[in-house]
């Protein structure tokens, strides 16, 4: 047993000596400073965790998609092998750090795009890859500009959206069309610089309130994502990093019942296309946050009468083929009182039916206002007005309507 013992602590060393050895060539995705400003498409391997990792001598293909690399202007794709941590290039042997390889323009975009169930005066975009002469769509948003905040977005299990036939090259802008890009630019710039890190968002906060002296007992605003990277699979985890993305969450809510909420999701989502099953959800955001000040609630907007916080984030699942739902909604509002309890929570909630939602329920975490008070409702029952109310008719109504077990 001792020797059994001492041959598994060695091999674990040598098998942690290897990954972290310097002579690989490991990129982290998720490491903005570690990577070039538009990184390519590692398209030979997978990503494991959000890194792709290769063995000295082992080759790596990278690809540009559409664009062309910043230091090789005439190529979309190379060739390199990993030596001693760099990169040597096949056609021309230069030895290469990895932010020496980066794109002209980043592979995935965030553009506008018409969306179904999403019209004026809210913008359709779509989060997408683009490759050769067409586009693989692995997202659509629909987009508040004028408040600054996504309102819905949408996502597949089967990792990419199927969408009516369109036109995805680009076309010669209006002059309003143009108009609309410049100012999607500066909306996009301005979330941005909000968002980059929550210490000022922590300031911008505090001079909000400043007047009311309010006691925010250790709370702080971050930046949350409506669309978890924990949706997508391999390299695509990189458009849940989109501007349009992101919304202020209370960090107990972020870090609380949102993060269990979406880990269920993922894991539900990952369940379906291992069973074969499609299965949509959109994730959304509903109504204002508000904090309760001297004078009254105080509506919480972090740039003028924009970027707001929103009040509730909330997910729905469906399985159309099945005809059946499940909405949930987290309460964005770690400061809610008892008594405002009962007008916040819209339904009688469905949570502990549900059998997916296992970081969710456990310890009935949940039921916790402190980390974001969440709960299910059927779809007919959920009531938020930026839910596509054209959903219904895929969903069956009562018990039979609810989805609430786990593929396998």
Same mark, same amino acid.
Request: hydrophobic fraction near 45%.
């Given at each position: 047993?001792?020797?059994?013992?001492?041959?598994?602590?060695?091999?674990?060393?040598?098998?942690?000596?290897?990954?972290?050895?310097?002579?690989?060539?490991?990129? =982290?995705?998720?490491?903005?400073?570690?990577?070039?400003?538009?990184?390519?498409?590692?398209?030979?391997?997978?990503?494991?965790?959000?890194?792709?990792?290769?063995?000295?001598?082992?080759?790596?293909?990278?690809?540009?998609?559409?664009?062309?690399?910043?230091?090789?202007?005439?190529?979309?794709?190379?060739?390199?092998?990993?030596?001693?941590?760099?990169?040597?290039?096949?056609?021309?042997?230069?030895?290469?750090?990895?932010?020496?390889?980066?794109?002209?323009?980043?592979?995935?975009?965030?553009?506008?795009?018409?969306?179904?169930?999403?019209?004026?005066?809210?913008?359709?975009?779509?989060?997408?890859?683009?490759?050769?002469?067409?586009?693989?769509?692995?997202?659509?948003?629909?987009?508040?500009?004028?408040?600054?905040?996504?309102?819905?977005?949408?996502?597949?299990?089967?990792?990419?959206?199927?969408?009516?036939?369109?036109?995805?090259?680009?076309?010669?802008?209006?002059?309003?069309?143009?108009?609309?890009?410049?100012? =999607?630019?500066?909306?996009?710039?301005?979330?941005?610089?909000?968002?980059?890190?929550?210490?000022?968002?922590?300031?911008?906060?505090?001079?909000?309130?400043?007047?009311?002296?309010?006691?925010?007992?250790?709370?702080?605003?971050?930046?949350?994502?409506?669309?978890?990277?924990?949706?997508?699979?391999?390299?695509?985890?990189?458009?849940?990093?989109?501007?349009?993305?992101?919304?202020?969450?209370?960090?107990?809510?972020?870090?609380?019942?949102?993060?269990?909420?979406?880990?269920?999701?993922?894991?539900?989502?990952?369940?379906?296309?291992?069973?074969?099953?499609?299965?949509?959800?959109?994730?959304?955001?509903?109504?204002?946050?508000?904090?309760?000040?001297?004078?009254?609630?105080?509506?919480?907007?972090?740039?003028?009468?924009?970027?707001?916080?929103?009040?509730?984030?909330?997910?729905?699942?469906?399985?159309?083929?099945?005809?059946?739902?499940?909405?949930?909604?987290?309460?964005?509002?770690?400061?809610?009182?008892?008594?405002?309890?009962?007008?916040?929570?819209?339904?009688?909630?469905?949570?502990?039916?549900?059998?997916?939602?296992?970081?969710?329920?456990?310890?009935?975490?949940?039921?916790?206002?402190?980390?974001?008070?969440?709960?299910?409702?059927?779809?007919?029952?959920?009531?938020?007005?930026?839910?596509?109310?054209?959903?219904?008719?895929?969903?069956?109504?009562?018990?039979?309507?609810?989805?609430?077990?786990?593929?396998?």
């Amino acid at each position: 047993m001792l020797r059994a013992l001492l041959l598994l602590c060695c091999l674990q060393s040598a098998l942690l000596k290897d990954v972290e050895d310097p002579s690989w060539c490991v990129i =982290d995705l998720s490491c903005a400073e570690c990577t070039p400003d538009n990184m390519p498409l590692v398209t030979s391997a997978r990503a494991a965790d959000g890194t792709v990792r290769a063995a000295p001598g082992d080759e790596l293909a990278l690809s540009c998609g559409a664009g062309r690399f910043a230091a090789y202007p005439l190529r979309a794709d190379l060739t390199v092998r990993c030596d001693a941590g760099r990169y040597r290039v096949a056609h021309d042997a230069a030895l290469l750090s990895l932010l020496d390889l980066g794109c002209q323009e980043n592979v995935y975009e965030d553009v506008q795009h018409s969306v179904e169930h999403c019209g004026p005066p809210l913008q359709g975009r779509s989060y997408q890859l683009r490759a050769g002469g067409g586009a693989r769509h692995l997202a659509a948003m629909c987009y508040d500009a004028d408040r600054a905040l996504p309102v819905f977005a949408r996502v597949s299990s089967a990792g990419t959206l199927q969408l009516a036939p369109h036109a995805d090259a680009r076309a010669p802008l209006s002059l309003l069309g143009n108009f609309d890009q410049m100012f =999607d630019a500066g909306t996009r710039h301005a979330a941005e610089r909000l968002f980059a890190d929550d210490a000022g968002l922590a300031r911008r906060l505090r001079e909000i309130m400043r007047p009311e002296r309010f006691d925010f007992a250790g709370q702080k605003l971050t930046a949350g994502r409506l669309l978890s990277p924990l949706y997508f699979d391999d390299q695509d985890v990189r458009v849940a990093e989109f501007a349009s993305n992101k919304m202020a969450v209370w960090r107990s809510v972020a870090e609380g019942n949102l993060a269990h909420l979406q880990a269920d999701v993922a894991a539900l989502l990952r369940g379906a296309r291992r069973a074969g099953r499609a299965v949509d959800v959109y994730a959304g955001t509903s109504g204002a946050g508000a904090l309760r000040a001297a004078g009254g609630r105080r509506a919480l907007r972090l740039r003028g009468a924009r970027f707001p916080v929103p009040r509730y984030v909330w997910a729905v699942v469906v399985d159309r083929a099945a005809g059946r739902s499940l909405a949930v909604a987290v309460l964005n509002d770690p400061f809610v009182a008892v008594s405002e309890v009962r007008e916040a929570v819209f339904c009688d909630s469905l949570c502990g039916r549900a059998g997916w939602l296992r970081e969710l329920r456990r310890l009935r975490g949940y039921e916790v206002p402190l980390y974001g008070l969440a709960f299910c409702c059927s779809l007919h029952n959920f009531t938020v007005p930026e839910l596509p109310s054209a959903l219904l008719q895929h969903v069956r109504p009562g018990a039979e309507g609810l989805l609430t077990d786990f593929y396998t």
